[in-house]
């Protein structure tokens, strides 16, 4: 079973660390039952035939938390030496930890991991498109939106895993993202620039009256402010604080 999932479009959710990615799912492999020669039926060598029809391999996808809401592919096409390709598009809502450290000029990567739900590699081999260079260009040519993160790239490798005494190979698509970090910048970074430097002018006011109590509180409530958006933005389970969030 041959696998291949070039990338439609891709957007991260950083509060609750998910990944929302629309992908074109490619699978091929050889039904032993299927075959004829073409000359015997007027150069016919491939048909469609309704999904239903036909055994369809059990592959789940291991980071997905909800249920893909799009309708299945209902045809499967079939060529005259028994191979079997069937092409589908779904919405993949899957998990993804986030590693906001250096936000807003972080990069992040999100698996997508495809695997056989009951059967071993003795009765599925699953493999997938390896040439990452081709698999990136592809996604890259049909990608149509990134909302705020750019893509970089995609890669794939396989995993083998010892699941209560059989063996199971996973193929593991990894794409790369880096955030687009102009409007942060100016609506979140250059403000902070500001408060920095009036609290670093506010050394200046003399201390006889009142004004620089006042200012001061001031600039501490534009900064809780500023957290506050921050908090907003990130996930509470990251493991490390953003350098932002220390400046601050």
Not at 19 to 37: A, G, K, P, Q, R
Not at 91 to 111: G, L
Not at 154 to 178: A, C, R
Not at 207 to 231: C, H, P, R, W
């Amino acid at each position: 079973l041959n696998t291949t999932c070039p990338l439609f479009c891709c957007l991260q959710r950083e509060i609750d660390q998910t990944f929302v990615s629309y992908v074109w799912i490619y699978m091929t492999w050889i039904n032993d039952y299927i075959n004829w020669e073409p000359t015997e039926f007027c150069g016919i060598s491939n048909i469609a035939v309704p999904n239903e029809a036909l055994w369809k391999p059990d592959l789940t996808i291991e980071e997905m938390i909800e249920k893909d809401k799009a309708p299945p592919s209902p045809l499967l096409k079939i060529y005259n030496d028994g191979t079997v390709f069937y092409k589908n598009d779904q919405v993949i809502i899957s998990t993804c930890q986030m590693h906001v450290y250096k936000f807003p000029f972080d990069t992040q990567s999100c698996n997508i991991t495809f695997k056989s739900i009951l059967h071993s590699d003795e009765e599925i081999t699953l493999t997938g498109n390896e040439n990452n260079t081709e698999i990136t260009m592809w996604s890259r040519h049909i990608m149509r939106t990134q909302y705020e993160w750019v893509f970089i790239n995609m890669s794939v490798h396989k995993k083998s895993d010892d699941n209560l005494g059989y063996n199971q190979t996973s193929v593991i698509y990894t794409i790369t993202m880096s955030r687009q970090s102009v409007l942060y910048c100016a609506n979140f970074l250059v403000p902070i620039l500001f408060l920095m430097i009036l609290d670093m002018a506010s050394f200046l006011i003399p201390d006889t009256g009142g004004e620089k109590l006042s200012f001061k509180v001031t600039v501490l409530l534009a900064v809780t402010v500023m957290q506050l958006i921050l908090n907003e933005i990130l996930p509470s389970s990251t493991d490390k604080i953003p350098l932002v969030g220390k400046v601050i």
